[in-house]
């Protein structure tokens, strides 16, 4: 009944392979985020999806993509993968009207080699 | 942008103590929430809290918009408190959604 998942939970790789990181949520939210949490502990939002469009890009390099299938669903794939993407990776979900609270799923670690 | 700073950066205290933490932001906000990074680094909602006042147990906040500022209190501290406390401010450029900026951060650590 977890109501933000991700998958997996830790994922190592090496450098200029391609990746993806899964993103559920079952709160009936409409919009969907993915965060980045810094070797210091700063969490900067990266995208924003609402109802499957993208609302926010915050200059992340087009390595990353997002994709959203559906409303409760938004995959991060990374390509070419750099050391300095090592990072935990957030996805959140919220409503977009009304309430506005963010949830957070567990973090997905990202050890780039 | 907004900018968002905590106070204090870190915190140690004895178990049993009590705590404020404070957020100062530099524009308005629509809304504003208070989460705890557990050490295994879970972020665990606190309190949505764009204005007022909220108490969950042990925890309380304060959200003085119109003075750009919210308080998180904390009493009779204990080691499970520990973590590292954000706040987070939604600056309300976005319609269709709501990017929120966080803050770097207070480390609270108590001790038994």
């Known amino acids: 009944d977890t109501a933000v998942s991700q998958t997996p939970k830790y994922l190592v790789t090496q450098m200029g392979n391609d990746k993806s990181i899964k993103c559920e949520q079952n709160l009936g939210h409409d919009t969907m985020y993915w965060y980045k949490q810094d070797s210091k502990k700063f969490l900067k939002i990266m995208f924003s999806?609402?109802?499957?469009?993208?609302?926010i890009n915050e200059t992340v390099p087009n390595r990353f993509s997002p994709k959203s299938p559906d409303k409760a669903h938004l995959n991060l794939h990374i390509n070419s993968l750099e050391l300095g993407d090592s990072a935990v990776y957030f996805c959140a979900s919220s409503q977009v009207a009304g309430n506005r609270e963010q949830f957070f799923g567990p973090g997905t670690r990202l050890t780039v080699l | 942008g907004i900018q968002v700073e905590q106070s204090p950066p870190d915190l140690i205290l004895q178990e049993g103590a009590n705590s404020t933490l404070r957020c100062n932001f530099s524009d308005s906000v629509n809304n504003l929430q208070w989460f705890h990074q557990n050490p295994w680094g879970q972020l665990i909602n606190l309190f949505y809290?764009?204005?007022g006042t909220k108490q969950n147990g042990r925890l309380s906040a304060t959200t003085v918009a119109t003075e750009r500022y919210s308080l998180l209190y904390i009493s009779s501290s204990q080691t499970t408190d520990s973590g590292v406390y954000f706040c987070a401010v939604e600056p309300g450029r976005y319609s269709s959604a709501s990017k929120i900026i966080f803050g770097s951060g207070t480390r609270l650590s108590i001790r038994p």
């Open positions: 999806y609402n109802n499957k469009e993208l609302i």
């Open positions: 809290i764009p204005s």
